[in-house]
């Protein structure tokens, strides 16, 4: 979604899912989370959507407002880092 922070926070999640899932984990083995955002004014929204994906105990997390992002379309962008057991 072109300017809907709610629909780009949740399409991150899931590709955050499906990317840990294909190395066999789960987003439970998400230890830290860098969130890059546009607009800080929409953490109540990202961090609503996120809570949908994560659960206690949550993973290290820091959120950074910048000017830009890979495509002047992005409201959002997520670094993860996951611990895996094997």
């Not at 190395?23 to 607009?39: E, H, K, M, S």
Request: with cysteine; aromatic share 6%; glycine share 4%.
């Amino acid at each position: 979604g072109i300017g809907n922070v709610e629909a780009q926070t949740r399409q991150v999640c899931e590709n955050l899912k499906a990317a840990v899932e294909q190395a066999g984990g789960t987003l439970q083995d998400i230890c830290r989370v860098d969130v890059y955002v546009r607009n800080m004014e929409h953490f109540s929204t990202i961090h609503k959507v996120r809570m949908e994906y994560f659960h206690p105990p949550l993973p290290a997390s820091t959120m950074v407002e910048i000017a830009k992002m890979t495509s002047p379309d992005y409201l959002i962008e997520i670094n993860a880092i996951a611990v895996l057991p094997n």
